[in-house]
């Protein structure tokens, strides 16, 4: 009996449940809204860090995704040869650069 009632007040009857379209309507309202704070955002980070890489020059600093900080002393196609202390070089792939030294270097000074 329950059951019955439910479907009847959740229009199971047959009475039509507010058609196709208007049912979309709440999927794509939340996809704009994902896309506008999530997507969108992501995209315009990764095509930064694109730029970045690719305008590498010989003695900036850098600091790689796994935390090493150090000056680029060569430069290839796929890979950076980084400097992270006197004599001692590393060489990482391009996407393996998270950012710009310079950058890091300002943020420890805030914090520390």
Do not use: C, W
């Amino acid at each position: 009996m329950f059951f019955t009632g439910l479907a009847y007040a959740m229009g199971a009857k047959g009475e039509g449940g507010g058609g196709g379209f208007a049912g979309l309507i709440p999927l794509l309202l939340m996809f704009v809204v994902f896309y506008f704070i999530l997507i969108r955002p992501q995209q315009k980070t990764a095509k930064k860090h694109q730029e970045f890489v690719k305008n590498l020059k010989m003695g900036e600093r850098v600091v790689t995704s796994g935390g090493l900080h150090g000056t680029v002393t060569g430069l290839t196609e796929t890979t950076v040869t980084l400097e992270i202390a006197d004599k001692i070089r590393v060489k990482v792939t391009r996407s393996a650069v998270a950012g710009s030294g310079q950058e890091a270097a300002t943020s420890e000074t805030k914090t520390g």
